[in-house]
């Protein structure tokens, strides 16, 4: 019998923790592959450097050019762009410039955070279901189907009124909203992973269900993971920019990119542009960065699945 487990798990090689998808037939990972092949996507790199000049900006910008965000000053409102203030003042005084860094991190927080609980939640709930299939899949799949069915914009906006809203209440909220797409492409994923050799070897060998989740399914599901999480930053982003348009975001002091995009609207007719353009081109321009690497990552795991089949 110890002989026959032997040549079980050699003709079945193991895949390293590190393999991603494609690579389920034991075919070492090649990261320079992956890398080369994501930097000969012009566009991917673009968006690359977009998001790192945005994370620059929004971080590090405060540090160099010092603006107050917290209190209030009626007597400077509305000022156009000009010395002091490069992107003019708001409707209380405050330089936009500066509320646009500070908002863009509040944005990009929730927006990481909510893609982090969108991931993790998504990825145990879809491998779990995929690996034990029937009864389990069927239940925990209506669950994923009804939620599904929940308009996400009416719940954002059911909860926002319940719920005194914070960067943690938002990051949970969107994040339990957009766990479901996750879920279903690791689901997916899985079912076709659970009857490989190298899976049947584990079972040979003893191995329970939590040590081949964890161990060889979610290693192997790891392309489809982080190409779905950088959309799932873009998607956070502009749920964000809409629940705050509609006023239900982070109240003052504290600003985000579509809070401000919402403010600007009340002075479209009045000519205060600096109001309006800012943020919104913040928001293109993430949102935009996201979606190009998200692009560039698909490609380059779909060469290497296309490789390696």
């Known amino acids: 019998m110890t002989a026959d487990l032997g040549q079980v798990a050699a003709a079945s090689p193991e895949p390293t923790a590190g393999t991603s998808g494609p690579e389920q037939d034991g075919v070492p990972k090649r990261p320079s592959m992956l890398l080369r092949t994501f930097v000969e996507n012009k566009l991917a790199v673009l968006g690359a450097v977009m998001f790192l000049a945005m994370v620059l900006f929004c971080f590090l910008g405060p540090l160099v050019y010092h603006t107050d965000q917290v209190h209030t000053s009626l007597a ?4 156009p ?3 002091g203030h490069p992107l003019g003042t708001d409707q209380v005084g405050y330089d936009v ?6 908002g863009g991190q509040t944005s990009l927080e929730i927006a990481f955070g909510a893609a982090v609980v969108a991931v993790v939640l998504g990825v145990f709930w879809g491998t779990v279901a995929g ?4 009864l389990v899949d069927s239940l925990m799949m209506r669950i994923v189907d009804s939620v599904m069915s929940i308009p996400g914009l009416f719940l954002l906006m059911f909860l926002a009124t319940v719920f005194r809203p914070s960067v943690l209440m938002l990051v949970l909220v969107l994040g339990l ?3 479901l797409a996750p879920a279903r492409l690791v689901r997916g994923e899985t079912l076709s992973l659970r009857h490989r ?7 040979v060998m003893g191995g329970r269900a939590p040590r081949i989740i964890f161990r060889h399914l979610v290693p192997n599901v790891i392309g489809t993971i982080v190409v779905n999480a950088t959309f799932q930053v873009a998607d956070a982003i502009l749920a964000l920019a809409a629940i705050s348009f509609l006023g239900l975001g982070i109240p003052p002091p504290a600003a985000n990119w579509g809070g401000m995009l919402s403010d600007g609207l009340n002075y479209t007719y009045s000519g205060f542009w600096w109001l ?4 919104g081109v913040a928001i293109i321009v993430t949102v935009l960065s996201f979606n190009l690497i998200g692009d560039g990552l698909r490609d380059a795991v779909g060469l290497r699945a296309h490789r390696h089949l």
Do not use: D, K
């Open 197 to 203: 050799e190298y899976i049947a070897a584990v079972r």
């Open 177 to 179: 909203l957009a766990w």
């Open 276 to 279: 309006i353009y800012p943020p």
């Open 97 to 102: 410039l500066g509320r646009l860094m500070v």
């Open 131 to 134: 690996y034990f299939g029937g």
């Open 76 to 79: 400077n409102q509305n000022l």
């Open 81 to 83: 762009p000009g010395t």
